[in-house]
């Protein structure tokens, strides 16, 4: 039987940690460093690859995305020796997608030729608003006039380059955002990625907002008017939603996030690092330790990770709806029913149908529109006993 993993294909994170400043709304495993031996880490991250590669031997690989962090910071030369080990380790897709994430304040055109020259095929770029006060109040270190010099530098040099942006930002309005919106997708190549500001615990907005002083964020009508807006516009302007918060034109979907929601086997290379690897007929969640000198320390080892844990075909099946019903195209009910043993409920599938939040066309699941702006409850409809 064709192991599960396949239906999703197999791709490389490589978590780069490091970034020029922290952003209050981040959560990622990001870190501020005065001084960076590069050399150290493309040692470790070679030493990575190859024990990643022993473990996945044959696989062809579909997609690399460099995260962070900011790896725009990584030196050009480290990630030409990466990709060429990548190159070196692993039978690769004749359209392998090279991604790499830039921040418009640690970019020039010397380093994004480097990296293009490197192997580097598509770069994605943490805009997050085309105004200065706002971006001021993001914690950003780019002004909309550094970002947009840097945009274009990006589009002159890489053929697909992605962006992305924030909205519901403090105090703003439909109206704005619309504004914003337009010119955002005015300018855009193929992709762009559009995220409503969430406030998550154990960062600066988190703190702010838990002793009231996070003002002027969008109430859950307006929040709404904000996503079906986007929705709206984006198709209007040809660049339709694939995924709940990811626009495309036709065929430039991120390939290597596409692995993620169509729950396919990703290797996790890096700081805090999480992948998805399938060995002898089991699914294993894996986890990098996130401290950056911990993980570097290790690396010499080969002792990267905290212990894997084994996924139950349950836990699997969860995983399975949870991804891919973020996507446009729906999930498989077969495939969900082959990992889980036996499929939803009819009842609550009629049940989610009756009220427009879902759509089924022959074996395929779907979420409607409407469906999109209340997902989780969808979700934990479905997956509820």
């Known amino acids: 039987m064709t192991e599960d993993w396949r239906q999703g294909g ?8 490091f970034c020029e400043a922290k952003c209050p709304y981040c959560d990622f495993n990001s870190h501020v460093s005065r001084t960076i031996d590069q050399q150290a880490w493309r040692d470790a991250y070679l030493l990575e690859l190859e024990r990643g590669a022993a473990e996945t ?3 062809v690989l579909n997609a690399v995305f460099f995260g962070g962090g900011t790896p725009s910071l990584m030196d050009p030369e480290i990630v030409a020796d990466v990709i060429a080990a990548i190159y070196r380790l692993w039978p690769v897709a004749n ?8 921040n418009p304040g640690s970019v020039e055109a010397g380093r994004f030729k480097g990296f293009r020259d490197a192997g580097v095929n598509r770069v994605s770029m943490g805009i997050q608003a085309l105004n200065d006060t706002d971006l001021r109040k993001l914690g950003r270190i780019h002004n909309t006039t550094e970002a947009l010099a840097a945009f274009d530098i990006a589009r002159s040099t890489f053929d697909r380059v992605s962006f992305d942006l924030i909205y519901g930002r403090q105090n703003q309005t439909l109206s704005e955002w619309k504004t914003e919106l337009k010119q955002a997708l005015s300018l855009a190549i193929d992709h762009i990625s559009l995220y409503q500001l969430t406030i998550e615990q154990g960062t600066a907005f988190g703190d702010r907002y838990a002793v009231g002083k996070l003002r002027g964020l969008p109430d859950d009508d307006l929040g709404a008017d904000m996503y079906a807006a986007t929705q709206e516009i984006c198709d209007q302007m040809g660049m339709p939603s694939y995924e709940v918060s990811n626009h495309a034109r036709d065929s430039a979907q991120s390939r290597h996030n596409l692995i993620y929601w169509r729950y396919g086997d990703y290797l996790g290379i890096g700081p805090g690092a999480h992948g998805r690897l399938t060995k002898g007929g089991d699914r294993f969640a894996t986890e990098c ?3 950056p000198k911990r993980w570097l320390d290790a690396a010499v080892s080969g002792s990267t990770e905290k212990p894997r844990e084994q996924l139950a075909k349950s ?3 969860s995983e399975f709806l949870m991804m891919g019903l973020r996507l446009k195209e729906g999930v498989d009910l077969k495939r969900y029913e082959a990992l889980a043993g036996s499929p939803l409920s009819a009842k609550k599938i009629i049940r989610m149908q009756d009220i427009g939040m879902i759509s089924i066309s022959g074996d395929r699941l779907t979420v409607t529109n409407q469906g999109f702006m209340v997902l989780n409850a969808i979700l934990e409809e479905l997956l509820s006993d």
């Open 95 to 102: 359209d392998l997608e090279i991604t790499l994430e830039a």
């Open 10 to 17: 197999f791709g490389l994170y490589i978590h780069w940690p």
């Open 315 to 317: 836990d699997q099946a």
């Open 289 to 291: 330790f996130s401290n």
């Open 57 to 59: 031997k044959g696989r």
